[in-house]
């Protein structure tokens, strides 16, 4: 009759199984940790985050130049016109939109690189407590997410027909044609998720974790994050401002009750996807460069309804899937077989 070994740490729940191992480079916090003090580790010293954070934002903006050489090139050869009204990269829009879309997304891999090479800890330590992407979990939340979005869609339409426009728009109605679409839609499907989750792993994680090295309490950092999320997109209306607040610390809620970034990660690809793939049906509708900071009341009040929706779903289905909200002992490294060392 066969035995099964216990390996410290396994856990039996639906959201990606034990944590990582650990090896002698890095080291997680300690069992039992919140996601916002994940940071906080053995190897901890106060100058970490910030030294870390001040590495990260310096990655990210060096990565600029090898990514507008390598978009120009490519620009080039596409005989794409480099330039354009209103400060654009590009002439072409949907260029200058998936420029955009890239240079965001550069920030996922300086912070998590920053965690780890820093910080000495897990890069993982960014994603969830279980130091990996739950990706059965963040598929759940991203099918959640999308009925979230459609029912956003609805409710601003149906808001804007009953009481009129908010904000004027510039983009015509006209369907662009099936090609045009869908060359759009291939840039938006591709890149929008890199996008969001850059924004997502810097607002909703590494910004919390920063203040949670220093405090237990996750609401400073969050509102922190907040604030930059909103002041990232610029000064529009206090809708939109107000919009892009509501939105960041409902989702930093869910980071917290949730123990990882998928439920916040999965809301923001879901709604920029619809939103954006929407804009694209019409022409003009991919050159109109407003962001949510540019909302109307319509799109705030049918925000809050579609958010409040979702993290209700959310919540209800962390605990039917037992996810996991604080970090379990990580999983030892066995001793090579016929060695008298133990396991470290």
């Given at each position: 009759m066969?035995?099964?070994?216990h390996?410290?740490?396994?856990?039996?729940?639906?959201?990606?199984?034990?944590?990582p191992?650990q090896d002698?480079?890095?080291?997680?916090?300690?069992?039992?940790?919140s996601?916002?003090?994940l940071a906080?580790?053995?190897?901890?010293?106060?100058?970490?985050p910030?030294?870390?954070?001040?590495?990260a934002?310096?990655?990210?903006?060096?990565?600029?130049?090898?990514?507008?050489?390598?978009?120009g090139v490519a620009?080039?050869?596409?005989?794409?016109?480099q330039?354009g009204?209103?400060?654009l990269?590009?002439?072409?829009p949907l260029?200058?939109?998936?420029a955009?879309?890239l240079?965001l997304?550069?920030?996922?891999p300086?912070?998590?690189?920053?965690?780890?090479q820093?910080?000495?800890?897990?890069?993982?330590?960014?994603?969830?407590?279980?130091?990996?992407?739950?990706?059965?979990?963040?598929?759940?939340?991203l099918?959640?997410?999308?009925a979230a979005?459609?029912l956003l869609v609805?409710?601003t339409?149906?808001?804007?027909l009953m009481?009129g426009?908010?904000v004027?728009?510039s983009?015509?109605?006209?369907?662009v044609?099936w090609p045009?679409f869908l060359?759009s839609a291939a840039?938006?499907?591709?890149?929008v998720?890199?996008?969001a989750?850059?924004e997502?792993y810097?607002?909703?994680g590494?910004i919390?974790q920063?203040?949670?090295?220093?405090?237990?309490?996750?609401?400073?950092?969050?509102?922190?994050?907040?604030l930059?999320?909103?002041?990232a997109h610029g000064?529009?209306?206090?809708?939109?401002?107000?919009d892009?607040?509501?939105f960041?610390l409902?989702l930093?809620?869910?980071?917290f009750?949730t123990?990882?970034?998928?439920?916040?990660?999965?809301?923001?690809?879901?709604?920029n996807?619809?939103?954006m793939?929407l804009?694209?049906?019409?022409?003009g509708g991919?050159?109109?460069?407003?962001?949510?900071?540019?909302?109307?009341w319509q799109?705030?009040v049918?925000g809050?309804v579609?958010l409040?929706?979702?993290a209700?779903v959310?919540?209800?289905?962390?605990?039917?899937l037992?996810i996991?909200?604080?970090?379990?002992?990580?999983?030892?490294?066995?001793?090579?077989?016929?060695?008298?060392?133990?396991a470290?």
């Amino acid at each position: 009759m066969s035995t099964q070994n216990h390996v410290p740490g396994k856990t039996t729940e639906g959201d990606g199984g034990p944590a990582p191992a650990q090896d002698s480079h890095v080291i997680a916090a300690p069992a039992g940790s919140s996601y916002h003090r994940l940071a906080r580790t053995e190897r901890y010293r106060w100058w970490q985050p910030l030294v870390a954070t001040l590495v990260a934002g310096a990655g990210w903006w060096l990565s600029m130049f090898p990514l507008g050489f390598i978009l120009g090139v490519a620009a080039a050869l596409a005989g794409v016109e480099q330039g354009g009204p209103q400060d654009l990269l590009f002439a072409d829009p949907l260029w200058d939109d998936a420029a955009l879309l890239l240079m965001l997304a550069l920030m996922l891999p300086m912070v998590l690189l920053a965690a780890r090479q820093v910080q000495r800890r897990p890069a993982g330590s960014l994603s969830s407590v279980t130091g990996r992407v739950r990706w059965r979990w963040l598929l759940v939340c991203l099918g959640v997410a999308l009925a979230a979005a459609v029912l956003l869609v609805v409710l601003t339409a149906a808001l804007t027909l009953m009481f009129g426009a908010g904000v004027d728009g510039s983009a015509s109605d006209a369907w662009v044609g099936w090609p045009t679409f869908l060359a759009s839609a291939a840039v938006f499907v591709l890149l929008v998720p890199l996008q969001a989750a850059a924004e997502e792993y810097v607002f909703r994680g590494w910004i919390p974790q920063v203040f949670g090295c220093y405090l237990r309490t996750p609401w400073v950092g969050s509102i922190v994050g907040a604030l930059f999320f909103a002041l990232a997109h610029g000064l529009g209306t206090p809708w939109g401002f107000a919009d892009l607040i509501l939105f960041s610390l409902v989702l930093s809620f869910l980071v917290f009750r949730t123990g990882g970034l998928e439920a916040a990660v999965a809301y923001h690809v879901g709604t920029n996807l619809v939103l954006m793939l929407l804009a694209a049906t019409s022409a003009g509708g991919v050159a109109d460069h407003r962001t949510a900071a540019d909302g109307s009341w319509q799109l705030l009040v049918a925000g809050a309804v579609a958010l409040a929706l979702y993290a209700w779903v959310v919540l209800h289905l962390s605990r039917r899937l037992n996810i996991a909200r604080t970090a379990p002992a990580p999983v030892l490294l066995p001793a090579s077989r016929g060695s008298g060392s133990p396991a470290c």
